[in-house]
């Protein structure tokens, strides 16, 4: 170059992907990630995000209620994805302890963390099921909002949750009794003893292009899907006596049910 100026010297005129040249800010936090799903809430100062309006959680509420409270609760949160019900039951009075396997989705975690202000809420990086089977910890609650059907061995992970406490939230999709999916692909049913009775398992695929990340799944390609009834069932001969079950949809393309 002509004015003397070696590339080193050029490089370290320029500003660095690694660098953030602004004051802090919420903001440049959640942009260290980028397809967010959820709606910050306007005093989180975050102008930008996704559009999904996940701090008005119903759930959280309805559950506590039913749960005996939420105040002073040691909570194990399976699945948080981006940490917003985290946030909710931290504001009800609990303590959590959040298990993510989704890099991207514990980046976001800990994001929200920072961005909300939570203090009493723990995210550790992993798989919640063979960290469960490998601990004797017990806990208040159990929150399995939206991991059971994502899962390919769903009563392996029933059989886990009942051996760590005796009081569980689960919000969860399941198969139709009337066979009809109404979101494909189902590509296989088998079955699975459990106590005393064969239980229908009806495996499926993940729909996404292979470049995309998985943001809202389990850790393997497909999941598993079971029926209402068995759901309930499996409860019931796992110990949990007393089920309530509400927050009932039965959308286009997928029913749902909370217990």
């Avoid at 370290?12 to 936090?29: F, I, K, N, T, Y």
């Avoid at 909002?145 to 059989?159: C, D, I, W």
Wanted: with cysteine; glycine share 8%; aromatic share 12%.
């Amino acid at each position: 170059m002509g004015s003397g100026v070696g590339k080193w010297q050029l490089r370290r005129l320029l500003p660095s992907d690694g660098m953030v040249h602004e004051a802090p800010s919420p903001q440049a936090a959640v942009e260290l990630v980028d397809d967010w799903m959820t709606l910050f809430p306007a005093e989180a100062g975050v102008a930008t995000g996704g559009h999904g309006n996940f701090f008005d959680d119903r759930r959280i509420a309805w559950a506590a209620e039913r749960l005996g409270g939420m105040a002073g609760a040691d909570v194990l949160e399976l699945g948080p994805f981006e940490g917003v019900q985290t946030c909710l039951l931290e504001r009800a009075g609990a303590r959590v302890t959040a298990v993510e396997a989704n890099k991207r989705n514990y980046l976001k975690c800990l994001i929200t963390k920072e961005v909300m202000g939570l203090r009493d809420a723990r995210f550790l990086l992993g798989n919640f099921l063979p960290w469960l089977e490998a601990s004797d910890r017990k806990f208040d609650v159990i929150w399995a909002a939206g991991v059971l059907y994502h899962m390919t061995e769903p009563l392996r992970l029933l059989r886990a949750i009942a051996a760590h406490t005796d009081r569980v939230f689960i919000w969860t999709h399941y198969f139709p009794d009337d066979g009809n999916p109404r979101r494909p692909p189902f590509f296989r049913k088998r079955m699975v003893q459990f106590a005393d009775r064969d239980i229908p398992h009806f495996d499926r695929l993940y729909l996404r292009p292979r470049w995309r990340p998985l943001a809202c799944g389990g850790t393997a390609p497909g999941s598993c899907w079971l029926h209402r009834d068995d759901i309930l069932f499996a409860l019931r001969t796992l110990g949990f006596s007393r089920i309530e079950v509400g927050q009932e949809e039965h959308a286009p393309y997928r029913d749902s049910f909370a217990l």
